[in-house]
Structures are given as C-alpha cells and as structure tokens.
C-alpha cells in the first residue's frame, strides 16, 4: 500500500524544482555523490539533468529525468537527449573526464514499450555510455520504498519542520503538540491546491507520518510510534472533511495510514504474544514512586492499541480474538486499569471496553466499569475533592495535581455542587447501557453532585478539529432525584449521522479520534460499535 | 541496478521480541519536581518558625561564600535526609492518599532537620557576630533593651523590622511582662528613645548608600 502512495507522489511531482530535488535525496542516501547543487538546464544541459559520482563503483552516473510517462512521440526528443548524453562529454575540475560512465534514463511515470525496444535498439553502447538503463516508476517506488527513512520526500515548505520535528522526537507524550503543528502545518498546504498538487500534498504527508512513526521505532519506542501514527491519521480524516477530498481521492491514502498503523500495532500484539508474562504484571520495577501514576496509563495505553489492532483486523475480515484476548488478562490482573488518574484516559477507556464488549469478554467490561465508576465517583463526588485532571491537560499535568496542598476547610472552590467531570458521564452511559443499575445507584449521591461536561461539535469537520472555537460546551447538572428509566434513554442515544460520514467508511476513525483526541472520546457512542445489547442486571 | 536498489532494507519496522514497558518519561520528570515542590511546601507550612524565613534555591555548588566590607565569610551546605517509602501494594492500588501521607511525613521530618539546622546555624552565626545576649541575673526589661541595643534594625516599611529567638519559659515570660512593661510610662519613653536612636541609624545607614570617588 505504501507503494501505491509512492506512485501516487512520484506521478504528482513536476520535473524541475520537485522531482529533481527528491531524486538527489534518493540518491544521497543510496550512497551516490550528486555533482553540483544545482542542474544547467535548457539547450547546453547535454541530455545530463543530474550527475552523480559513486564513490565505491568509481562511475559517474549521467541521469536524464523524465516526469510522467514516456510516450512514443517523446521519442524524437529522447532520442536526441540520449545522444548529447552519450557523445558530449561530461566536465568537471574534480572528476576524470574518462572515468567510467554509466546513462540512465528515469521516468517517474511508465516507459512505452515501443521506446524501451528503440532504446535497446539505438545501441548507444557504440557511443561509449554502454547500455542505457531505465528507471521508471517501479524501480523508483521500489527504490524510496527501500530507502524511505533515509530521504528527504516532503514539500519545501514544510521542510525545516520536518527536520527539526524529526530531530527532537523523545516521547510522544513530550513531543504531541509539537508533531501536531507540524502535522496541521502540512497538510494545510491543500488549501488552495488542486490535481496534482493536492496528490503531491497527501502522499508526502503519508510518508511523512511513515517516516515519523519510523523514526519513533528507532528510539526504542513503538508506543510513541502507535501514537503518531494515530494522530497523524486524525488530523488528515480532519484535512479530508474540511478540504471536501472525495473518498476516491483520499482512498489510497487512508488505506496506507491503516496499513501503517496495522503493522505498527501488529508489532506490539507480537511482542505482546512473544512475552506473556510481563504482561502478568506491567509494573515497572526500577520506577520510583511515580509508577503510581504511570502504572495506570501504562496498562491503558497497552490495552487501549491491542484493542484497536483487533478492529483494525476485523474490518480487513481477519478475525483476532486472541488479541482481545491478552486485552481480557491485562485488565482482569491489573486493578490499576480501573484507577484512572486522568480524564485524559477516557479515549483508551472507551476504546478497551468497546473491544472487550465487542469481541465477547462483557463480563470483564462490567467489572471495569463498576470499579471505575467507583473510583471516579470517589474523586470526583465530595466537597473538596481533588477530582481527575481534565482530558484537555497533558499527561505531565497528573503529578502536580494531585501532589499539591489542598485544605480542607470549606472555602470558594468547594463551595461547588461537585467538580466538572468529562469522564464520569462516559462510566454512567456504559454502565446504563449494560444494565448496571446497581453501581449507579449506590453513587448516584456522588454521580448526582457533580457536573457533566461535553462538547458538542456543530459538525463532523469540527468534530475531528483538535480544538475548535465553535460548538457548544455543554454541562449537565444531574438531578438529585433521577429515574433508571430516564438516564437509560438519555445513554442509549446512537451518534447523529451528520457525524458519521467518515466513519461509515472508516469504522475505526471515531476510535482512533478518541485516542488521538481524548476530550472526544464521549463522541464515540457505543451504539455504533456494539449495535445488539447486551443482559441486563 | 535494481539489485544495487534492493540491498537497502530500512522500510519494514524492526520486530522486537520481547515486550517493552511504556516509561512516560515526560510525567516522571513532572513527578520528580511536583514531589519537592509538595514536601518543600508542606515543610514550610508544618513549622512556623521556617514559614517566616524566606527560601532561595541553591541551583549549583556546594559552599555559599558572602562577601562583605568586613571580610568573607563561608557557609557550607548542609544535606537534609529524607526517606519517603510506600508499599508497593499501595502502589499497584494506586492508593494516591497512601502516597500524600508519606510525602506530608517527609515533609515534616524535612522540616524538623531543617529547623534544627537553622537553630545551630543561628547559634554559631550570632556567637561569631557578638549577637547573643544572656540575660542571666539581669532584670527582663533591661536584658531586653541590651539585647535590642545591640541588634542593627531596619526600618523598611517604616516599622522596626527584627525577631529574637528566646528560649520556651522566657517567651511565655514576655509574654506577660510586656503589657505589663507597657503601662509603665518610663519604660515606654526608654523603649520609644531607643526605637528613635535606631531608626536615625537606619536612615543614616541607607544615606550613605552612594558612590562616591
């Protein structure tokens, strides 16, 4: 799939300024020495659009670039270029005139056949180049597809980004807003842009996504590569919608990031299969204290991709309960799942329990959601409590807040009816739709003083924006006195349609929008992934 | 040369065998500071005594060295030992109260260190500069006022600005001799004279703050 994308990008590319640019990259990074910086173009460039010395082979490669296909009335014209290529000698101080030389001819399109025969046939071997080897756009997919970490692909204009986003990776939890920026920055360019432009803009964000993604893998960590990749993928469905790209323009490329992303998460289910036993127990023993808070969002982020992998897998008709499956054993060994430090978890709550749900483990869905509506419900339901950091503040939020002094005493802060809570109205909606009545109404004192807040998009464009200056911020104060009857149905309602475009395409779209996006994460209504209820209490 | 473009392989990710845990290194280092920024706090809020004295951050070195016009003088860290433990079931359980606690109680024994440091260093530092006054067979009031007499006192927000360390019985002692002190009209102007004389010495210490050739 990514292959497709490389064709898509090299058919997209004009000749000078674009594709002469990338092509030197490539070179560079197969370990070719390209002349000059800059390539003469025009009546005295000889047939020779770049020259490129190869250290190891002591050759110096002539290379006449074609972008698109070559016709067979290119043919006069060609014919011409491979001669000047062959017979005018190529000068420069540093290089011997007569050192061995080697013609290539690269089309980023496809060579006709015709032309390939009347190249073999010209025998410009008898002008002293010996044959003249064709690249085209096979050889050259092939050939960035080998190398494709190693090149540089991407617009001018997002370059600089690119190379200093790529410098500084760390961690993604560190890195999120700046991969963002570039992200958003990049696949802006479509504004304004059409045809081949636009093909050129989304094949080379895909790869660059790919290339970050890799680059993650690189450092040790494929957690932080999942996650780029999953935010890469948001933030183009949120390019596709407010571009207006039609889903056989944006097909492609849609396919090649759930490509990315299956073998990305694939590789963690294999580690995860290969080493059953660390996932018996997930603690890091040579953490400190701080493992309090990293223990839960440990076994949620693992919990949350395997079960990601396994929709992923299923809407390509590949049936994977075993991955759910070590989705079932993680949760059921670690209490911790349940202990949410952060409402920033929602997304990989919603996505877990959709998958246990989903994939025939209810019974395990229920236990969580009964200990984590306990658990919420404990930091969020009394005057004064320290309630959980909202899903819009990062991770490195947690720490501070909740290590730090908070009295007691009655005082403006406490005052409140109960914290605002993005997270607990998630909790009552899964425990209602499942007939849990019990764990909702022993808490319902606690449920009913806090207020539950939600954003609601105007519509599906907004909905994938990561932070939008429009839509509606919605608090719901919960009466003391409620109905089972009533919040049932207010739980049970399914996801307007006008949000649902995308997703009706791409199932897992709303998923990845959760984990990308946690403040979202209420907007992925079970209703669309698990349309048969389950038993009731 | 398609065989020269196939030898380089870089694009499939490498498979790693075994699994390795997510480290959230961004929220270990946010939990290191928000740790000492808490103990620090509650360190300061446990015990009045340090709550009144202002804190300045040691970012690097070992010895703080003041210079002034009467030489130099030498002070050296001191370290403050602290052991935070928590169960390791608490931390699986993510019992967050557990883990307050033995912070607050850090904080606490921090504080305790740290007051008894600041005592000592008060101690020695007022013995080198012949500030300490005992008051052994004196009458109250006059140790006091010798005890003021020898204190330089500054006048910033126009009131005197000092504070005496005394001792547990001398402090519940003033505490009742000066209302007492107070009524009396000689002792008020001796007291008042002498607030006079300090305060001229202030405004003619901060006069002399210029450069001159």
Not at chain 1, 405 to 430: N, Q, T, W
Not at chain 1, 453 to 465: K, L
Not at chain 1, 502 to 527: D, Q, V
Request: glycine share 6%.
């Amino acid at each position: 799939m990514l292959g497709n994308v490389l064709a898509s990008w090299l058919t997209s590319l004009r000749e000078r300024g674009e594709f002469e640019v990338c092509f030197r990259s490539l070179l560079r990074a197969q370990g070719y020495v390209p002349v000059g910086t800059r390539t003469t173009h025009g009546p005295i460039e000889y047939g020779k659009d770049v020259v490129a010395w190869h250290p190891q082979e002591e050759i110096l490669y002539l290379f006449q670039l074609k972008a698109g296909d070559v016709k067979r009335s290119d043919w006069p014209d060609l014919d011409r270029q491979l001669y000047e290529l062959a017979a005018v000698p190529y000068d420069h101080p540093n290089y011997v005139v007569d050192a061995p030389r080697k013609a290539v001819l690269v089309c980023t399109g496809q060579v006709d056949a015709t032309v390939q025969d009347l190249i073999a046939k010209q025998k410009h071997a008898g002008r002293g180049l010996g044959a003249v080897v064709v690249w085209d756009r096979e050889t050259l997919v092939k050939a960035y597809s080998d190398d494709l970490f190693s090149v540089q692909v991407l617009s001018e204009a997002v370059a600089i980004d690119h190379i200093r986003v790529w410098s500084h990776v760390a961690d993604y939890g560190a890195d999120e807003d700046d991969l963002w920026s570039f992200f958003t920055d990049y696949i802006g360019l479509l504004e304004g842009a059409g045809g081949r432009a636009r093909h050129r803009i989304l094949s080379g964000y895909v790869v660059a996504v790919a290339q970050l993604a890799q680059r993650y893998l690189s450092t040790g960590s494929s957690y932080s590569a999942i996650d780029c990749a999953i935010l890469g993928a948001v933030v183009f469905y949120g390019a596709l919608l407010r571009h207006c790209l039609s889903r056989k323009v944006a097909a492609v490329y849609c396919m090649t990031l759930r490509e990315l992303l299956t073998g990305l998460l694939q590789g963690l289910a294999d580690a995860c299969e290969s080493d059953q036993t660390a996932l018996s127990d997930l603690s890091d023993t040579r953490a400190g204290l701080e493992e309090m808070f990293l223990l839960p969002l440990r076994v949620h982020s693992l919990t949350s991709k395997l079960s990601l992998l396994a929709f992923m897998k299923e809407q390509a008709d590949e049936t994977d309960r075993n991955t759910v499956g070590l989705v079932d054993s993680i949760v059921r060994r670690h209490p911790s799942f349940s202990h949410v430090v952060s409402e920033r978890q929602a997304g990989s709550l919603v996505v877990t329990l959709l998958a246990l749900l989903r994939h025939g483990f209810p019974d395990t869905a229920r236990d969580a959601v009964v200990r984590a509506l306990n658990w919420v419900a404990g930091h969020h339901g009394y005057p004064g409590a320290p309630g959980l950091p909202d899903p819009y503040r990062p991770i490195a939020d947690i720490p501070s807040h909740f290590l730090r002094p908070r009295s007691r005493s009655s005082g403006p802060a406490e005052s409140r009816p109960g914290d605002s809570s993005y997270l607990l109205p998630i909790l009552v909606k899964f425990a209602s739709l499942r007939g849990q009545r019990g764990v909702v109404e022993k808490n319902w004192p606690l449920i009913s003083r806090t207020t539950a807040t939600e954003y609601i998009p105007r519509d599906e464009t907004e909905m994938y924006s990561r932070r939008s200056t429009q839509g509606e911020l919605r608090d719901r104060i919960y009466p003391r006195t409620q109905s089972w009857r009533v919040l049932r149905r207010q739980c049970s309602r399914a996801t307007p349609t006008k949000y649902l475009s995308l997703a009706k395409a791409y199932p897992e779209t709303l998923l990845l929008l959760a984990l990308a996006y946690p403040w979202r994460a209420a907007l992925c209504e079970p209703s669309f992934y698990l349309p048969t209820r389950g038993k009731r209490e | 040369m398609a065989k020269r473009l196939k030898r380089r392989g870089t694009t499939k990710p490498p498979r790693s065998s075994a699994l390795k845990l997510q480290r959230f290194p961004s929220v270990t280092e946010a939990f290191g500071e928000a740790m000492w920024t808490f103990i620090g706090q509650v360190a300061r809020a446990s015990d009045p005594f340090l709550a009144r004295i202002a804190e300045r951050g040691v970012p690097e070195g070992d010895v703080l060295v003041q210079h002034d016009v009467r030489g130099k003088r030498r002070i050296d860290m001191q370290e403050a030992l602290t052991r935070i433990s928590v169960p390791t079931r608490a931390v699986r359980e993510t019992s967050i109260p557990e883990l307050m606690e033995a912070l607050v109680k850090a904080g606490r024994e921090l504080a305790g260190q740290k007051a008894k440091m600041l005592v000592e260093r008060l101690n020695q530092t007022t013995s080198e500069t012949g500030r300490v006054f005992s008051g052994k067979g004196l009458p109250g009031f006059e140790a006091i006022m010798q005890a003021v007499e020898k204190t330089q006192i500054d006048f910033d927000s126009g009131e005197p600005n000092f504070a005496m360390m005394v001792g547990a019985d001398l402090y519940d002692w003033l505490g009742k001799a000066i209302p007492e002190w107070e009524k009396d009209p000689v002792k008020t102007r001796r007291w008042h004279a002498l607030m006079d004389r300090k305060r001229r010495a202030y405004l003619a210490r901060e006069r002399s703050r210029k450069l001159v050739d």
